[in-house]
């Protein structure tokens, strides 16, 4: 079973530091990896997806990497600003079989950027 | 605007007072699910639909029902809810069920008194 594990579970940096939130996952034997960001008792809006072929994606001041064969992701945010303010989950998408997909959601990073 | 909404986006109940959640995507999409999320438990599946009249449990189902009659609807029925159900709900949709983008609703928060 995928088990998905994020660290640090909470991060403080003043603005404008670059900073990197780190994700590993157990089973290597993924289709995709999304990163999220959740407002405190909001929805997920989703930041980055990146395909099990691809190393990473990037937008905007954010870029996410992929090391599928070691079950590592890495987000990297250039330049934090308070609204940066979140959680950060880390989701993996994995085969579940009879022809069913499923997520695996970590506990996620909660990141303050105090001004 | 495409996105995935739910209705109520807050609601208080008593147990064993039927209610259901309702799901809506205008983005044409086949995969729809709900998950709960929990204080130190993250989010757990409840159920999915791969497509029209498709559904199946996820790591979650005691306690919930799910309906999928139509392509863009996927309510969430509680038949007798309890308080252990007391959570924050999350429809979610995708163009398909596997290596597509996850589409989250903005979440209902569900209290049963």
């Known amino acids: 079973k995928q088990e998905v594990t994020q660290i640090p579970a909470a991060l403080s940096v003043p603005e404008g530091e670059n900073l990197v939130l780190n994700c590993s996952f157990t089973?290597?034997?993924?289709?995709?990896l999304q990163w999220f960001r959740q407002d405190p008792g909001k929805g997920l809006t989703s930041l980055l997806l990146?395909?099990?072929?691809?190393r990473e994606q990037t937008s905007g001041r954010l870029n996410a990497s992929l090391d599928k064969s070691s079950g590592r992701s890495t987000l990297y945010i250039a330049a934090s600003q308070p609204g940066d303010s979140a959680t950060y989950l880390c989701?993996?998408?994995?085969?579940?079989?009879?022809?069913?997909?499923?997520?695996?959601f970590g506990k996620g990073t909660k990141l303050s950027v105090i001004p | 605007e495409a996105q995935v909404t739910q209705n109520p986006r807050y609601l208080i109940t008593v147990t064993g007072k039927k209610l259901t959640v309702t799901c809506s995507q205008n983005m044409n999409h086949e995969y729809m699910s709900w998950y709960r999320q929990d204080p130190g438990l993250g989010l757990r599946q409840i159920y999915y639909s791969m497509n029209v009249e498709v559904t199946d449990k996820g790591d979650v189902p005691e306690g919930y029902k799910v309906s999928r009659k139509e392509k863009r609807n996927f309510p969430l029925i509680l038949e007798s809810p309890s308080p252990n159900q007391t959570s924050l709900y999350f429809c979610?949709?995708?163009?398909?069920?596997?290596?597509?983008?996850?589409?989250f609703g903005p979440g209902t928060r569900l209290t049963v008194l």
């Open positions: 989701v993996p998408q994995g085969y579940s079989g009879a022809g069913s997909y499923q997520l695996t």
């Open positions: 990146i395909q099990s072929s691809q």
């Open positions: 089973d290597s034997a993924i289709y995709n």
């Open positions: 979610a949709s995708s163009l398909a069920a596997g290596g597509d983008e996850q589409f």
